[in-house]
């Protein structure tokens, strides 16, 4: 990493978003504690120190680092990925943060924070305060990294709530779901490298907690294959988000079973197990975002997308089910209007809302007329014929041979399709209230079924924290020198709005690292390192060209994309993808035909590849940089 001179305006970037006096600091402890503290650091053999350690490289993560950073203090970041695939939900993430109008009356906003709590005694009114205190200079805060933020109104998912008409997005780019603000959090965190060291593939695996004291020092690190001590000196941050791809614990706190995730393939939950081994208090451990019925990548374990967004808030589905099509269990019988997006889950429930009830074993059936009317998934093939070829979506004649194909009982199936083939005539859904704009009756044959599965946005339990983001213990009282932000223990425990968890991740990410950052006088101040520098791991190797290439690069939607480029006078030659980190399946797949095209163009010049058009811009932008840094060598 480049070392970076931080200025003035850089240095104070955070403080001018927390929602208490800048001033706060912790009383002076008693000898006594400053002594135990002491004897404590003594008894580990450390194998490095800095002020603020953070677990996790994501939203919550890196808004931590930057403002313990800008506080003046050393910071260590550790993350449990590989470099490249580092960010858990936050590199999957539409982008949208949820942004409070700045004119609002508080009172109306904390009306509709209350309205989503739905009854639950967490998080405190001074949490929910400060959130929305937070919230209202999302704006600001990203202007102030870089960015010229757009702002989308009327973006309440529940638009019948109190101050409803007050709820925003910000976006550093737009429509969004192109990575660009978690891109504008590791460009602001690289920025400050000469404060922030970053080890991945290095998972927190336990807090360093003085029984005697309570204080937490710091935390055990698993990197390059051993446990290493990291003291933090002033303050411990846990930004490693919620449990999307831990089935276990989806069985044991959600009583979910068969589930997947939409996007993170390293949050397992490591944060929640660390802080119950500090005596944490857990909230919110059922609350999930889904399920949603969607198709599993073979490639990622993940969704490919969102099956039922309609093309009006595309991410990377197109509504297929709004067609002629239905989702059934094994019995054959519908359990679900699949005409309508739920909200993160959410269906309507005599009046209310409450997550959708799912079978283990589900299935979308449509007819010939829907095959043809659009994409099952943006990244699928035409027609869904490659798909249809490789056995992923089975046909049949009949309805009951596509039954037998899928292992739905056929009786059952062909009941229930005559049922609603019956309420389309009639223009009324009795079992699910489908509008009658997409009742569409399956009536051209062949059939086609695919398996669908319970896949999660994300999950929202975790320790609980209070407004300076510390985490309260059982029983009462706070935990010393330890911090939280982002998914992990949500302020949303019950229903959720999009872009909310972003949004925390943002202020109370800010949050943490402000008061990680504060000099703590309940600690022993003295280095525990006797002189020896910290360890470090190996330095992640950079992009290297061959012999003949000019290198090129950009960003796609996963991270960075290096391109070697072979140049025959001014025209493209060849093109070697060096390093990328798109989705397999999807981005990756991209990427194995558009160097061809590329060097048959000869100029750069090359068509977008259906669902992978945010991976095409960062291939075509590569190769504009290629193309100016072979102008620049000839000069």
Not at 29 to 53: K, N, R
Not at 438 to 453: D, H, I, M, R
């Amino acid at each position: 990493m480049r070392a970076f001179r931080l200025s003035a305006a850089a240095l104070c970037l955070s403080a001018a978003f927390l929602s208490f006096p800048s001033a706060y600091a912790a009383e002076p402890a008693a000898q006594e504690v400053i002594s135990a503290s002491s004897s404590y650091l003594q008894s580990i053999q450390w194998d490095a120190e800095y002020d603020v350690v953070i677990a996790g490289y994501g939203f919550a993560g890196a808004a931590a680092a930057i403002a313990a950073a800008d506080a003046g203090a050393n910071v260590l970041m550790v993350e449990k990925a590989p470099y490249g695939k580092e960010g858990g939900n936050s590199r999957y993430a539409h982008q949208g943060c949820l942004f409070f109008d700045p004119s609002a009356p508080d009172d109306e906003l904390f009306a509709y924070m209350k309205a989503m709590q739905n009854g639950a005694d967490n998080p405190s009114d001074e949490v929910i305060r400060t959130y929305i205190k937070e919230t209202k200079h999302q704006a600001e805060y990203l202007r102030k990294l870089g960015a010229d933020p757009k702002v989308t109104p009327n973006a309440a998912e529940f638009p019948d709530f109190k101050g409803a008409k007050y709820i925003q997005r910000v976006f550093v780019s737009l429509p969004g779901a192109d990575g660009k603000l978690y891109a504008l959090m590791q460009e602001n965190v690289e920025k400050r490298a000469s404060r922030i060291d970053i080890w991945y593939e290095s998972p927190a695996v336990k807090l360093l907690q003085d029984e005697k004291t309570g204080i937490v020092h710091g935390m055990v690190v698993k990197s390059e294959g051993r446990d290493r001590f990291i003291r933090a000196r002033r303050g411990v941050v846990l930004a490693t988000g919620g449990f999307e791809n831990n089935p276990r614990m989806y069985e044991n706190y959600a009583y979910v079973y068969n589930a997947f995730p939409k996007g993170a393939h390293f949050n397992t939950g490591d944060g929640i197990e660390m802080a119950l081994d500090v005596n944490a208090k857990l909230v919110n451990m059922a609350v999930v975002n889904g399920p949603d019925p969607d198709v599993i990548n073979p490639d990622t374990g993940a969704a490919y997308g969102y099956l039922l967004h309609d093309t009006s808030h595309n991410i990377s589905g197109c509504g297929f089910t709004r067609n002629n099509a239905v989702i059934v269990g094994a019995d054959g019988w519908r359990f679900m209007n699949e005409a309508t997006h739920s909200k993160h889950g959410r269906v309507p429930y005599h009046n209310g809302w409450t997550p959708l009830v799912m079978p283990d074993n589900a299935f979308m059936i449509f007819d010939e007329e829907a095959r043809k009317s659009e994409c099952i998934y943006e990244s699928w093939s035409k027609d869904s014929e490659k798909e249809i070829a490789s056995g992923m979506v089975k046909k049949g004649n009949t309805i009951e041979e596509i039954a037998r194909e899928l292992g739905i009982d056929p009786d059952g199936l062909r009941r229930q399709i005559d049922f609603y083939n019956e309420q389309c005539a009639k223009g009324e859904d009795l079992q699910f209230k489908r509008g009658k704009r997409y009742l569409k009756p399956l009536l051209s044959a062949p059939f086609y079924g695919v398996k669908v599965e319970k896949t999660f946005t994300n999950t929202q339990g975790g320790p609980e924290r209070n407004e300076r983001a510390e985490l309260i213990k059982r029983g009462g009282g706070v935990i010393a020198h330890l911090y939280a932000a982002g998914e992990l223990g949500s302020v949303f425990p019950n229903l959720y709005n999009g872009g909310g968890n972003i949004g925390e991740a943002l202020a109370f990410g800010r949050i943490a690292g402000m008061e990680a950052a504060r000099v703590k006088t309940d600690a022993d101040p003295q280095s525990v390192m006797q002189g020896a520098a910290n360890w470090h791991p190996k330095a992640v190797r950079a992009s290297a060209a061959q012999a003949g290439e000019v290198t090129g690069r950009s960003r796609g939607i996963g991270g960075a994309i290096v391109l070697g480029v072979k140049f025959d006078g001014d025209r493209i030659q060849a093109v070697r993808v060096i390093e990328h980190h798109e989705t397999p399946g999807i981005g990756a797949k991209a990427l194995e035909s558009l160097p061809a095209a590329a060097a048959v163009a000869g100029n750069g010049k090359i068509d977008s590849v259906s669902g992978a058009t945010i991976t095409t811009k960062g291939f075509r932008e590569a190769i504009a940089d290629a193309i100016k840094n072979h102008s620049a060598k000839k000069q």
